[in-house]
């Protein structure tokens, strides 16, 4: 089998174009397996392309991705994907074990009886995250919480290496959001399964992260927890102030509302000189006079802990509403 | 005016020959819409598989202009805008606008073909609505042999078909030929619009080949047992119609889809489903 050095998603020099658009491009990093990772970006940078990508149903203008030890899209059948808003417009009477089944059996032409050990799969699946009694629901009778758990469970049932998940938080609910972050975590720890999570809310999935894919300026970028929780990318990378504060639940990231901030705090958006300040120290060695720095006057940077600031922002941010997200207890 | 009477002797006249063609062809219409009905809901292409009976007007219309089949140039013409259709993926059977569009000029291209010819003018009512009591022997041998390819492909292609009209973002992501799919699914509604149409006609035809589907989805938990219920609302249609039909002189069309319809209407009350 596959070594455990080798890494579960490699990028490297890849870049994708669709209707003559680049829409990332230089894109190197490695994903290793047993890892959660996100992919963040702001809306249209490249987040679902980049699992298209991933999944070979794109194919790149430039570079090359390896999934699985293959190139991209030849290890689909060892892949779980659920893409955004699955399952919600089912218009059928297919009931959740049967959709579950077809995570199996989808793809065979054909006449098949469904096994034991096919039933046997389905039924254990359907305990692991929870549906348990629900087996002959149809999927439009299930709340939107537990279709996307049955959503999870369709790209489980064959028991991938990889999952893909597109959004999987989105119109969900405080509780059915934290139940599928807790699924998530124990389908890392007791599977050792390689997760990759598109959102655009990092907030409920911290506790759990290893790292981030980041979508900044055009180029996906790698990098720990350690480095994704540093206010200044954050803030670029968002295009508003973000800051991190660090509460009694763990890491969360707060947009601060100049409405509600104490004067002479600040306002939310992100000034020209911020901006040029954060591209200088962390691309000028990669990417050569950018466009962000014109114009702008450098000044000096001010480095903002990863985990911490002033701890009235800290109670400000949970107490009065402007939180962008909520943690929860890791 | 027609006086709507009884007949008494309506058992005569079900027992009659020409009445005998169309209960069999009621049983050959019920299996292909049942069984190709389901995936039309699944797939959202209701209002595609609606438009291929308009697509199919000029066909017919025009196959009586050159003194062909109807049934011949209904199919051909259905099957070229299934084709059309299903090349252009699945997201483009749910394009309403354009495929409207269509639906309005086939009909009016149909009209210019019937217009032409004296014989296709006199047709243009039955191609419209119908004419069940009408279908030939040949007509049968013809819907028996589609519907036994219409079985056995479906036999093979059941679980790639089902999984790409459900979910086809992820089939086409495990490797399913998600085009293909498509292509054969407006392919086969082609062939079972083409065989409905002489049972109630292009414009009623929505009620024979969806309205069925529609009403076994509500009362049942697989796709399996929807197309045996569907197959059996759809015979009880046609059947109960032409029962009524020749007790009382009401057109066999109309009842047929009033059934259907009726069925539907009873059962999303009862089943108390807004989906549908």
Known sequence: MEKEAEPCIEFRQAAVQRGGRTIWSEGTFAIQRGT????????????????????GLLPLCHGSVTVLGRPAGQANGRIGYV?????????S???????????????????????????????????????HGKERMRLNELSGGLRQRAAIAQALVSHPDLLLLDEPLANLDLASQSAIVELFARLNREWGMTIQIVSHDLNMLLPILTGAVYLLDGHPHYSGMSTVLDSQLLTHLYGTKVE???TPQGDMFVTPNPDMEPAGHGDGTLDASEAACFFKQH??????????????????ATPQSAAATQPDTATQGSTQGSTQGFTQED | ??????????WHLL?????????????????AAGAVGYFTITRRSTFAAHALAHIGLPGATGAVLLGLPVSWGMGVFALGGALAIGALGKKASQREIATGTVLAFATGLGLFFARMSSSATKQMQSILFGSILTISRSELLGFAVFDAVLLVVLACAYRPLLFSSLNEQVAQAKGVPVRLMGLLYMALMAGVITVATPAVGTLLVFALVVTPSATAIMLTR???SAMVCSTLLCLGSIWGGLLLAAMFPFPPSFIIVTISAALWLVVRLVTGRNQH
């Open chain 1, 283 to 300: 691309y000028a060695h990669s990417h050569p006079a950018g466009q962000q720095s014109q114009g702008a006057t450098p000044s000096r």
């Open chain 1, 83 to 91: 893409p955004q808003n699955y399952m919600d417009d089912v218009d």
């Open chain 2, 1 to 10: 005016m027609t006086t709507f009477s009884y007949n008494p002797d309506w």
């Open chain 2, 222 to 224: 697989s796709p399996l």
């Open chain 1, 244 to 246: 991190v504060v660090t």
């Open chain 1, 93 to 131: 009477n297919v009931t959740v074990d049967q959709s579950i089944l077809l995570g199996i059996t989808g793809t065979r032409f054909g006449f098949h009886r469904v096994t034991r050990e096919q039933r046997g799969a389905v039924a254990d699946i359907i305990d692991f995250v929870g549906l």
């Open chain 1, 36 to 55: 959660v990772t996100a992919i963040v970006g702001t809306n249209g940078a490249g987040k679902t392309t980049m699992i298209d990508v991933e999944l």
């Open chain 2, 15 to 31: 027992t009659g020959s020409f009445m005998s063609n169309a209960l069999i062809a009621g049983v050959l219409i019920a299996v």
